[in-house]
């Protein structure tokens, strides 16, 4: 998940400013120089360690298949994969150049009030140099937006495919093909059969209308015209649009995470684990009315409406995220979906 650049920003700051001089430095001077020179690596690192890990999780294009390759360029554009990519590894090694000058420069400070002077200013030009060039994180954040609404082949099964102009004929060939689905909608009457009626009427509260822009997809059928954009799929599924933001809950404990998964403290949960509690009648009868509701929400949201595998782990913001259930049901779901 690529998170927007003003939250990882914040969060940097956040973190880099709770970094604590070494201990037993007596001198004033040199414990704010080595202070203010430990805040801005720390702000460094925070700042490029995401654009890093983000651009590991996205394939080198030609390593690709030609049918992923050709999806990618039809959908994105020729060559606008590359050049984000190239704009993130330039943001990254312009943010490490820069951050690591500032800190060499703030650990030549002759006095306490230098050390201070050369922290300060140096948190202000790492952030306008982020505020300025962070627009690729965000610009990568729409791509893998985008690429989750892909349509995905199973590469060695054979697959249907119409291709043709107006008035090139009527006459189709029969073949044997078959659709893989990743989506698991069939959870859903399991989640009805086992949730009570108070439950099912706090769920139903709880699960996931406002204008936003609209790219709708547009489909001819028998020559009327088809709009599915987002009103309909707010209409459908209730999910809410708008600004993306993972601020609040990209840190600090996830306590239904030691709640109910007491045995996997310090671990990733993942979607089999949450599946294992559903399943498991005893387990599952003996949580919480709101924590049996976080279960079937996380459940829904990974495994029916995102359609990730039974052994994907499951995001911290989202166990944080899952413990208010007031923000959840704010998120703006149909925006992330």
């Known amino acids: 998940m690529v998170m927007p650049s003003v939250d990882i920003l914040h969060l940097a700051l956040r973190k880099a400013r709770r970094v604590t001089p070494t201990r037993g430095i007596k001198n004033a001077a040199k414990r704010e120089k080595n202070e203010g020179t430990k805040h801005l690596d720390a702000l460094m690192k925070e700042l490029t360690l995401p654009s890093r890990t983000y651009k590991e999780n996205f394939p080198n294009k030609r390593?690709?298949?030609?049918?992923?390759?050709?999806?990618?360029?039809?959908?994105?554009?020729?060559?606008?994969?590359?050049?984000?990519?190239?704009?993130?590894?330039?943001?990254r090694e312009k943010v490490g150049s820069v951050g690591k000058e500032l800190a060499s420069l703030c650990a030549q400070s002759t006095s306490k009030r230098e050390a201070e002077e050369r922290l300060a200013e140096g948190f202000k030009r790492l952030e306008n140099i982020y505020r300025s060039d962070g627009k690729a994180i965000d610009e990568l954040m729409q791509i893998a937006k985008?690429?989750?609404?892909?349509?995905?082949?199973?590469?060695?099964?054979?697959?249907?495919?119409?291709?043709?102009?107006?008035?090139?004929?009527?006459?189709?060939?029969?073949?044997?093909?078959?659709?893989?689905?990743?989506?698991?909608?069939?959870?859903?009457?399991?989640?009805?059969?086992?949730?009570?009626?108070?439950?099912?009427?706090?769920?139903?509260?709880?699960?996931?209308?406002n204008d936003h822009y609209d790219l709708p997809l547009i489909y001819n059928v028998n020559g009327h015209t088809l709009h599915f954009g987002r009103r309909e799929f707010c209409l459908i599924t209730g999910f809410k649009f708008g600004m993306l933001s993972f601020r609040k809950f990209g840190e600090g404990d996830i306590s239904f995470h030691d709640r109910v998964f007491r045995e996997k403290i310090g671990e990733y949960v993942k979607n089999i684990d949450l599946l294992s509690v559903f399943e498991d009648e005893e387990r599952f009868t003996n949580l919480s009315d709101e924590d049996s509701i976080r279960v079937c929400l996380l459940l829904s949201l990974e495994v029916i409406f995102m359609g990730h595998a039974l052994g994907s782990a499951i995001d911290d913001v989202f166990l944080r995220m899952v413990d208010n259930l007031e923000a959840w049901n704010d998120f703006p779901w149909g925006e992330h979906i």
């Open 146 to 209: 985008t690429s989750r609404a892909m349509p995905v082949v199973d590469l060695e099964m054979p697959t249907l495919c119409l291709v043709g102009a107006p008035n090139v004929g009527n006459h189709l060939d029969e073949y044997h093909a078959r659709v893989h689905v990743k989506s698991k909608p069939h959870y859903f009457p399991l989640m009805k059969d086992r949730l009570g009626l108070d439950q099912c009427v706090l769920f139903r509260k709880k699960v996931f209308d």
């Open 63 to 91: 390593h690709l298949h030609p049918y992923e390759r050709s999806l990618i360029e039809l959908t994105l554009g020729d060559g606008n994969y590359e050049e984000v990519g190239h704009k993130v590894d330039s943001l």
